[in-house]
DNA sequence: TGATATTGGTTGCATTTGTAACTATCAATT
DNA sequence: AATTGATAGTTACAAATGCAACCAATATCA
């Protein structure tokens, strides 16, 4: 058992996902938000959406985990900037299904090919095998903390 | 190059550093909040307090990356709880030294604890290899975006 | 059919956060 | 000493977030 006086911050796996989440974010972030006005959890509805295809604002909600207020209102401020429009299903209007407009799928372009260019920035540092590793960790992290 | 088809938000980095975070965070930040009321921002000003000695708010800035209005509420809330006390100095009265009370410290012995035992329950998935390339990873990242 | 529950989605309110402007103290320059 | 410029920390206001209550459409089942 590690004793106490030695527990370092700079070990402690939450401490070190949390900061390193925030510095790999803030430069894309900066970017989108510059070039399109986004915030994360419209970038994140764009990107499902440009990848995934159209989807209701419930299936997002769960592939993302992202509480439902916030997609929703993330889903009103890009209806409002044009980003996508919404289409009420025939045989349960309580689905909408959400498509991306052209003026959507350029910025999902634009963002992905920026996304992947920031990707291999941060990977670049690592070998094949470091980031195989690295990213079955995470993958790992994120779906055990998906039970609970 | 990847196409862009095939460029996934799984393989994506930072959405995967941002998710693992909060997924890693989360058990151990309910801990926190229910046994101390204390939010995220408070329980790093005590573990940096608590693991360091004394500090400025100004130094706990610096070391942790947090902005100093973040830092000062969480001081202030702190020492309303009497977790802190802070006697400013002699010679430049801008400063302020934070120290934690007795209550201030058996709170951090006991997340200290508590940290540990998350983490090696979060780290317990993986061998050795993984646990230092996964931190040394994290570690590159965060330094690498400090200049930024 | 009608009463109740469930589900997708929105809204209102309290709390948290980020930004910028502010105070107070000290340092440097004249 | 007086002016200017940093620096540590606080505060005020706007924007973002979380939570709970809410609405409307559907499902369930007496």
């Not at 989108?32 to 604002?57: N, S």
């Not at 959507?104 to 996304?115: H, I, R, S, T, W």
């Amino acid at each position: 058992m590690t004793e106490k006086r030695d527990f370092d911050l700079q070990h402690f796996l939450p401490y070190l996902l949390n900061r390193a989440a925030e510095a790999s974010s803030l430069d894309f972030q900066r970017y989108y938000k510059a070039r399109y006005g986004m915030q994360r959890t419209e970038w994140r509805v764009v990107f499902h959406l440009g990848r995934y295809g159209d989807l209701t604002a419930k299936e997002i909600c769960t592939r993302a985990s992202i509480h439902k207020t916030k997609v929703s209102r993330a889903v009103a401020a890009l209806e409002k900037r044009r980003f996508l429009t919404r289409q009420p299903f025939q045989d349960d209007r309580r689905h909408e299904l959400l498509s991306l407009t052209k003026a959507g799928k350029a910025a999902f372009d634009d963002l992905v090919k920026e996304a992947q260019r920031f990707d291999e920035t941060l990977m670049g540092a690592f070998n094949v095998t470091e980031r195989d590793i690295l990213r079955r960790c995470l993958r790992h992290i994120i779906d055990a903390g998906q039970g609970a």
